[in-house]
């Protein structure tokens, strides 16, 4: 049973950064897409970034309203996924949610974290 397990939420003034951070035991990254999405209330879960690697190209995707201000990243050796988020916006505001979708030649697995809270307030 895998457990994704997200941390560093919390309350950022507009313009700050945090870092979110997800705990993927388990999880063997080039068989996965692995992404972060946010659900804001009232709205649907959306998505922020993803990322996933074919040999030893990495690919990178951005939802437009983040692009140039997140960046998304693995680390192997501890096997999390990092989101740096940089000049944030109340808009910002939302639950985050790690996910593990595995890539379709190797099956269907798909796993989510409990979320973590990031509100942009001042």
């Known amino acids: 049973q895998v457990q994704l397990v997200e941390s560093g939420g919390g309350l950022v003034q507009p313009g700050g950064s945090l870092r979110l951070s997800c705990a993927a035991p388990?999880?063997?990254?080039?068989?996965?897409?692995m992404g972060w999405y946010r659900q804001a209330p009232g709205n649907q879960r959306e998505l922020v970034a993803t990322?996933?690697?074919?040999?030893?190209?990495?690919?990178?995707k951005y939802a437009d309203s983040v692009k140039g201000r997140f960046t998304i990243s693995t680390d192997n050796a501890k096997n999390t996924v990092t989101l740096q988020m940089n000049s944030l916006k109340p808009e910002d505001t939302a639950v985050y949610y790690c996910?593990?979708?595995?890539?379709?030649?190797?099956?269907?697995?798909?796993?989510w974290g409990q979320g973590t809270q990031v509100t942009v307030s001042s």
């Open positions: 996910n593990a979708a595995k890539r379709p030649l190797y099956g269907t697995e798909n796993y």
């Open positions: 388990g999880i063997i990254f080039r068989l996965y897409v």
């Open positions: 990322l996933s690697s074919l040999g030893s190209t990495i690919y990178e």
